[in-house]
């Protein structure tokens, strides 16, 4: 016999439970790893973003992700108003900022450090 045929066959005498165990095991093992490498930093990353979106300040001098840059005067619940020039402000959604620097500590909004 070749080896495709012995891959093939069946074992005797059995009736397949071991299998389907092995592989429910299998499955529950790569979920397990599917969130612990992916799922969970990735909701570590979003909560530290909203904590440091809330915590924005009047004064803070911010970057949006349009790469508008300017400084806060104003804050709404979901909102900031950016002063980016002498008589123009800016309102934009608290989601639309990406960096934040405070005295010269610049904060990269959903980067880890």
């Not at 980016?84 to 990269?108: C, Y």
Request: proline fraction near 2%; charge should be positive; aromatic fraction near 6%.
């Amino acid at each position: 016999m070749d080896v495709l045929h012995l891959l093939a066959m069946t074992p005797q005498g059995g009736n397949g439970g071991g299998g389907m165990f092995s592989t429910i095991i299998m499955f529950s093992l790569i979920i397990l790893i599917f969130y612990f490498m992916i799922l969970r930093p990735q909701q570590k990353r979003q909560k530290d973003r909203q904590k440091l979106l809330e915590s924005v300040e009047k004064g803070d001098k911010v970057v949006t992700v349009g790469g508008l840059h300017g400084t806060v005067i104003g804050l709404e619940e979901k909102t900031v108003l950016v002063q980016v020039a002498d008589n123009v402000k800016l309102k934009f959604d608290k989601s639309a900022i990406s960096t934040i620097n405070r005295g010269g500590v610049e904060t990269a909004v959903g980067k880890t450090n």
